[in-house]
């Protein structure tokens, strides 16, 4: 008991010590590259900073020396040691089983994420971009980029089938751009070349498992296909159904009471997805205050560590976060082929995440794949409207 209580008031000393501030932090991604992130400390609590997100960190705790920062509804962690005013360890992303461990430091009284004086841009690359990711496949290999650039900083992000990549932070330096995010789950770290209207000679590197080259030109007109086209109902399937747990073990079924006579929202995802974190929250919010209209919604959720106690931990995590009130059920793995093989009604599971719009029949009416969240600015204002839209048929 002695030696509980010793250890106790050392963490206690060593959190007190946790000290106020700006900080400059940076991930080494390989060999020779670093991605840089910012972070301030203020009464105990952490916050990460990319563009116009702020996450604030609360769940710290310490064991003798060592701090340890969970990050919020993702399983990923900072374990580090305080010295002055350094931060020092590694960050690991327990959803990951292989290149999920990234050198850490952080130092305290720096507030700039690239360079602390980049050299003047000649020119401001603000507006819309027509980007071309060589690595992805044809249905991915098209994204629209949209830069915002205000004197050296610039803030980003790119759209595409699937998703869009979040809030980008960075600077013009001279005729180089640089941006990077951090959200704890996604490490994502973008370079190129200015050339006229172009970028050229892009780099883009995700964590340490995927490295892609990329090229942009600006088009202020460019679109992407259409989001309601790439998953589609297969022959033979009239309704929709399923059959999977809640993390209490309480099996669900569009056949329950619950859902008869009603519409339905069915939303694919992953507690591992920024994505599906951005539509889960507009989902919440809109689900509460439209309570009186009947319209039901459960997530069905795939994990990349399809293990129970882990799964129904992450979805604890994340109704917690989010005060989510409808079912959230764990339906297996996220490899995209398994996944496929739970719902044997759709054609594929191209993306997390993806929306199924049901009638109150269970015919399905829309699928919607991929989600165009609040970094998107303007594309997500037409997202919600068209999703308003959408709900107005159903009850119909």
């Known amino acids: 008991?002695?030696?509980?209580?010793?250890?106790?008031?050392?963490?206690?000393?060593?959190?007190?010590?946790?000290?106020?501030?700006?900080?400059?932090?940076?991930?080494?991604?390989?060999?020779?590259?670093?991605?840089?992130?910012?972070?301030?400390?203020?009464?105990?609590?952490?916050?990460?900073?990319?563009?116009?997100?702020?996450?604030?960190?609360?769940?710290?705790?310490?064991?003798?020396q060592y701090?340890?920062?969970?990050?919020?509804?993702?399983?990923?962690?900072?374990?580090?040691?305080?010295?002055?005013d350094t931060l020092e360890g590694d960050f690991i992303n327990h959803a990951r089983t292989s290149k999920n461990i990234f050198s850490f430091r952080a130092t305290r009284g720096m507030s700039y994420r690239f360079s602390d004086k980049p050299e003047r841009s000649k020119q401001n690359i603000s507006g819309r971009y027509r980007v071309k990711f060589d690595g992805e496949d044809d249905e991915s290999k098209i994204a629209?980029?949209?830069?915002?650039?205000?004197?050296?900083?610039?803030?980003?992000?790119?759209?595409t089938t699937t998703g869009d990549y979040r809030f980008l932070e960075g600077e013009v330096n001279g005729n180089r751009i640089w941006l990077s995010a951090f959200d704890g789950?996604?490490?994502?770290?973008?370079?190129?070349?200015?050339?006229?209207?172009?970028?050229v000679n892009g780099e883009f590197f995700?964590?340490?498992?995927?490295?892609?080259?990329?090229?942009?030109?600006?088009?202020?007109?460019?679109?992407?296909?259409?989001?309601?086209?790439l998953t589609w109902i297969n022959p033979g399937f009239e309704k929709f159904n399923f059959t999977f747990p809640d993390e209490n073990g309480k099996m669900?079924?569009?056949?329950?009471?619950?859902?008869?006579?009603?519409?339905?929202?069915?939303?694919?995802?992953?507690?591992?997805?920024?994505?599906?974190?951005?539509?889960?929250?507009?989902?919440?919010?809109?689900?509460?205050?439209n309570k009186h209209r009947n319209i039901e919604i459960v997530a069905l959720d795939y994990e990349r560590i399809a293990e129970n106690e882990t799964a129904n931990k992450n979805i604890s995590r994340?109704?917690?976060?989010?005060?989510?009130?409808?079912?959230?059920?764990?339906?297996?793995?996220?490899?995209?082929?398994?996944a496929a093989k739970t719902l044997p009604m759709l054609s594929r599971v191209f993306a997390f995440p993806t929306t199924i719009f049901l009638n109150k029949d269970k015919k399905v009416i829309k699928i919607h794949t991929g989600f165009n969240g609040p970094a998107t600015g303007v594309e997500y204002q037409k997202f919600v409207s068209w999703f308003d839209e959408m709900v107005e048929k159903l009850e119909h």
């Open 1 to 64: 008991m002695r030696l509980f209580v010793i250890a106790f008031l050392f963490c206690q000393q060593i959190l007190a010590q946790l000290p106020d501030g700006n900080w400059h932090a940076a991930l080494k991604i390989n060999d020779t590259l670093e991605l840089p992130f910012t972070f301030t400390t203020s009464d105990k609590k952490i916050i990460i900073h990319n563009a116009e997100e702020n996450i604030q960190v609360d769940e710290i705790s310490q064991l003798a």
């Open 67 to 84: 701090l340890f920062i969970q990050m919020p509804v993702f399983d990923s962690e900072f374990r580090c040691r305080l010295s002055g």
């Open 144 to 159: 629209v980029g949209i830069f915002n650039q205000v004197g050296g900083r610039l803030t980003a992000t790119f759209l």
């Open 185 to 199: 789950s996604h490490l994502f770290l973008f370079t190129a070349i200015i050339k006229n209207d172009s970028l």
């Open 206 to 229: 995700s964590g340490q498992h995927w490295h892609d080259t990329w090229s942009a030109k600006k088009d202020e007109q460019v679109v992407l296909p259409s989001q309601d086209s």
């Open 252 to 289: 669900y079924s569009l056949s329950d009471d619950r859902f008869q006579n009603k519409p339905v929202i069915i939303q694919i995802m992953g507690t591992w997805c920024p994505n599906c974190l951005d539509e889960t929250k507009f989902l919440s919010e809109w689900y509460k205050k």
């Open 318 to 338: 994340l109704k917690s976060r989010f005060d989510i009130t409808y079912p959230i059920l764990f339906a297996g793995s996220s490899d995209k082929t398994a």
